[in-house]
């Protein structure tokens, strides 16, 4: 199983009436959108979509879409992983699975899972853990 971190770029978030999140209080329905780098056992760029539920307690529950381009294992390519997850006080964290017949180039056939936690402060690298699998 490989590992690494993430690094987020930028990050946008608005409630799903547009509304910049953070002016709108819990509970919300939200929807973002973020660039990162990843490093590790996948090199490359990031772009992900999350639709975000937000509690009055500050918990959130998201699902989301993660397009990756760059080389896992010495491949190169593009995929998409799928991910739920949740936002509560032990940090952020994630479980996804590779998009089924999602990969192109050297990564055509990828499958795999693996998962996303951060127990740190804003800011701070989100960890992973995955472990793919070729066709």
Known sequence: MGSGTMTTLEWQETTWEGKPAADVPAPKTTVASDT????????????????MSY???GTARFVG?????GTVAGRSGTF???HAGRFDAEG?????TV???SGTGDLSGITGAGTFVN?????????YT?????N
């Open 92 to 96: 952020l964290h994630t479980d996804f």
């Open 36 to 51: 990162a780098t990843i490093n590790g056992e996948i090199e490359g760029q990031v772009t992900d979509r999350w639709v």
């Open 130 to 134: 995955f472990e793919p699998q070729f």
């Open 99 to 101: 998009v089924p017949d």
């Open 119 to 127: 127990t740190g402060p804003e800011g701070e690298p989100t960890h």
């Open 55 to 57: 509690a009055e307690d």
């Open 65 to 69: 879409l993660t397009q990756i381009t």
């Open 80 to 82: 998409v992983l799928q």
